[in-house]
């Protein structure tokens, strides 16, 4: 199985701050990885594609990239709303598999 | 619109058995891949079960397999999970999601139910 290691578990930050987040895959799956939101009691929500493809109705400031292995998704000047959850995911192979989130809050 | 509404979650004792259902409406089910994600409470998200555009192409996390089988009724545009022998650490909030059509196969999932707690305990 593939195991997705993501960093930061939690990050404090402030309205207006650049946040980066960093998933790890322990092999290679191409850039077949996703990022999702989750805020409390609602499902996850799609914000990039294939490490660097934004989904259709998501800010702009949300960005993935991608080298080699290892993922990151930076959400510059971070907005209220963005307060949530983040998990990546990696479609390369069953089992899918997830990172164990990074939760980002208010500092 | 796409929307996945889900129903059939519940408290059940362990060795029971529950179906969950997922109602797809606003796209045609045997268009997509559908799949079955899990979160326990306060913990990640687990992949659990996926099956094919097809009706075939189904697969299982190793946690279910045996236990768990997925299946769709393209009649009624609606997703299934039917869950046997649970144990207590089955008990999750189970969502329904459709697979993006980005690639073929993407197993990468766009459109979220709005999840249905499943609940196993004496």
């Known amino acids: 199985d593939i195991q997705m290691t993501q960093s930061p578990s939690s990050v404090s930050a402030s309205v207006g701050d650049r946040v980066t987040i960093t998933c790890r895959a322990s092999?290679?799956?191409?850039?077949?990885l996703a990022w999702y939101q989750q805020k409390p009691g609602k499902a996850p929500k799609l914000l990039i594609y294939?490490?660097?493809s934004l989904q259709s109705g998501v800010p702009s400031r949300f960005s993935g990239s991608a080298s080699g292995t290892d993922f990151t998704l930076t959400i510059n000047a971070l907005q209220p709303e963005d307060f949530a959850t983040y998990f990546c995911q990696q479609a390369n192979s069953f089992p899918l598999t997830f990172g164990g989130g990074t939760k980002v809050d208010i500092k | 619109e796409v929307q996945l509404l889900q129903s059939g979650g519940g408290l059940v004792q362990p060795g029971g058995s529950l179906r969950l259902s997922c109602a797809a409406s606003g796209f045609t089910l045997s268009s997509y891949a559908m799949t079955w994600v899990r979160q326990a409470p306060g913990k990640g998200l687990e992949w659990v079960s996926v099956i094919g555009s097809d009706g075939g192409s189904i697969h299982y996390a190793d946690s279910v397999k045996g236990r768990f089988i997925i299946s769709r009724d393209t009649s009624k545009n609606t997703l299934y999970l039917q869950m046997n022998s649970l144990r207590a650490e089955d008990t999750a909030l189970y969502y329904c999601a459709k697979y993006h059509p980005y690639n073929s196969p993407s197993r990468i999932f766009d459109y979220w139910g709005q999840g249905t707690l499943v609940t196993v305990s004496s």
């Open positions: 092999q290679g799956i191409s850039s077949s």
């Open positions: 294939s490490a660097s």
